[in-house]
């Protein structure tokens, strides 16, 4: 008998990976719960029976056994007899749900046919994003939630926008059918409502065929906290805690409830990081926003060291290291909005080793100075230091914004309802807000735009209040504006390369008139150096003399005060500059220039 378990035990290991996984002799269930005395896999194949199909200990806590009579789209439960209960457990390695109170279902990646597409995500300085909430972008029937399948219908919109990377909002399985996604029930399964694993990457397959690239949202900051079969997986738990995914002391607790997941333990390190490396290698996706670092590496993200959790620092490093050599053209990124260059700076120098941050140096600076009602009160020193902050001495290791979920929620709403409480369609609320955007994509970094922003979406964002595409017939001038402004940052037209530049210098700062005026350039020179000027008064200067880098003529190539945008919009200043000799602003050359109410100018030459 010692002989056949040695045996049995051999064929087992020669079966790899967690949970359920398809194999021509069958499906292969794994499973960890140190903690129980026996364990068994019910399903559709035994008629949920407990005794059917017992799982062998492997030792370490895992137990495994290959069901010859089960398949893909089987349903099944773990049933654990443990010192502390007997415990019907959904799959924590489970890919596909009924729901997130339902069944496990067996799904093989194998499955999918991907279309033979060697899609690679364009170079980070080239990247322009648009944050999407799968349940709200694209909702046809009323009373229902958006899928991928009808966020499909939308990639030629966004296409057309010129937005070549798409961030999408949390699809791991949540309790319910409306969130924002960040109460991660089933870290590995995709939200049934949204279509499931095949929906996801039908949408990356979708994606990657015009030409975008997809980064997708994962929270390891904290799991549920309902709908939670980690909790207490096998019985055992400490301090009435969570048990064997979780910390069972101080260091659990967050704002979210106390599920932060024991970042110590090595089968629970090993569960996040295969979640990571799953995204991307089963669904194809081109990078990770990481939700709320500092509540990764810190247990109350208070800077004081005292309560820093050094495995968390290590889990998030080890990840980034192996997604930096295993798939080196994907983006990581953090949130973590505490400004500090150690988020970004390589695991080698001793930083956490994400590829960008989102900042927020820029978007509370350039919020402000747009929202404040008054022209006197913006302070064009912070919008210069705004503009010209960089982690590590690379301009593309920050996101920048002016909305964002985050920013347009929680007690804030969209900058046009900030401007202007409930009248967006206001010329003071679409002036300034153009202004941000503008800032957004002539600024160096890499821009984000969120879902309805150029719609001119009203109130806050929600995730009961799908996006109304009835705004884009509305506001067709204003979500050219978008489009113009992000054809320019991608040059688009060859004549606008600087945009994607490193190079920014500030011409002039004028507090006094509330102008800010920079050079922006890669390499320099005709069809790169780029020339934009931002007035942030309702003033209207007709002579406004200004500095250049070069002599000649000087192509407009964006006034965000054309009128072909808004009917409200004056149309004034819509053209060329020639420069004359001169110096100005410590420059040789100078030109005259006609800058509209709260506006921003983009000129660039051709020779």
Not at 320 to 331: A, F, L, Q, S, V
Not at 460 to 489: E, Q, T, V
């Amino acid at each position: 008998m010692e002989n056949l378990d040695t045996d049995a035990t051999e064929t087992l290991a020669s079966f790899k990976g967690m949970g359920a996984v398809c194999y021509p002799e069958g499906v292969h269930y794994r499973v960890w719960a140190p903690h129980a005395d026996s364990v068994s896999v019910i399903g559709t194949f035994n008629d949920w029976d407990v005794e059917a199909n017992p799982l062998q200990s492997e030792g370490n806590g895992f137990w495994a056994a290959l069901v010859e009579n089960s398949k893909e789209g089987d349903e099944y439960k773990f049933f654990l007899k443990t010192p502390f209960g007997e415990f019907h457990r959904n799959d924590p390695y489970a890919l596909k749900m009924t729901n997130s109170a339902g069944n496990c279902i067996v799904y093989n990646h194998a499955s999918f046919e991907w279309h033979d597409f060697n899609f690679q995500i364009p170079s980070w300085h080239e990247l322009v994003i648009y944050e999407l909430h799968v349940g709200t972008f694209h909702v046809k029937e009323e009373g229902q939630v958006g899928t991928f399948y009808t966020a499909i219908e939308k990639i030629p919109y966004l296409k057309e926008m010129g937005f070549n990377a798409v961030e999408l909002m949390p699809c791991a399985e949540f309790p319910g059918s409306r969130s924002w996604g960040y109460n991660p029930a089933n870290p590995f399964s995709i939200e049934a409502d949204y279509g499931g694993p095949d929906g996801l990457k039908a949408f990356v397959q979708a994606a990657h065929e015009a030409g975008m690239a997809i980064i997708l949202d994962v929270v390891y900051n904290h799991f549920g906290p309902s709908d939670l079969d980690l909790w207490q997986f096998d019985g055992w738990s400490e301090n009435d805690g969570g048990g064997i995914y979780f910390y069972n002391d101080w260091k659990a607790e967050t704002p979210w409830g106390s599920t932060r997941p024991d970042y110590g333990r090595g089968e629970v390190r090993q569960y996040v990081h295969d979640n990571a490396m799953m995204w991307l290698k089963e669904y194809r996706v081109d990078g990770l926003r990481m939700d709320m670092v500092p509540y990764i590496r810190n247990v109350k993200a208070d800077g004081n060291p005292g309560n820093d959790i050094a495995d968390g620092i290590s889990l998030m490093q080890w990840i980034n290291k192996d997604i930096r050599e295993r798939y080196p053209n994907c983006i990581t990124i953090a949130e973590d909005m505490h400004s500090l260059d150690f988020i970004t700076n390589s695991v080698e120098n001793g930083g956490l080793g994400y590829g960008s941050q989102w900042d927020a140096e820029f978007v509370h600076t350039i919020r402000d100075a747009i929202i404040t009602a008054n022209d006197q009160e913006r302070d064009m020193e912070q919008v210069v230091q705004a503009i010209t902050y960089k982690y590590n001495t690379d301009s593309f290791q920050r996101i920048i914004y002016t909305e964002s979920h985050d920013e347009v929620s929680n007690g804030q709403a969209r900058v046009a309802e900030e401007i202007a409480d409930g009248d967006v369609n206001n010329w003071y609320s679409k002036k300034r807000a153009a202004l941000g955007v503008a800032l957004v994509m002539t600024t160096p970094g890499i821009p984000m735009i969120f879902q309805g922003q150029p719609l001119l979406e009203d109130k806050w964002f929600s995730d009961s209040d799908p996006i109304d595409w009835s705004r884009l017939d509305k506001f067709r001038g204003f979500a050219n504006l978008h489009r113009d402004l992000i054809h320019l940052r991608r040059n688009w037209f060859g004549v606008t390369k600087g945009l994607q530049g490193q190079n920014v210098q500030i011409i002039r700062a004028d507090n006094e008139k509330k102008v800010v005026a920079m050079h922006r350039w890669s390499e320099g020179g005709p069809k790169d150096s780029v020339m934009v000027i931002l007035n942030f008064s309702t003033e209207t200067f007709s002579d406004y003399k200004l500095g250049f880098p070069r002599g000649g003529k000087w192509n407009l190539r964006f006034n965000s005060d054309n009128g072909d945008y808004d009917p409200d919009f004056s149309h004034i200043g819509i053209t060329d500059v020639d420069t004359a000799d001169g110096e100005f602003d410590e420059m040789p050359v100078y030109a005259s220039l006609t800058i509209p109410p709260y506006s921003a100018l983009i000129f660039s030459q051709e020779d």
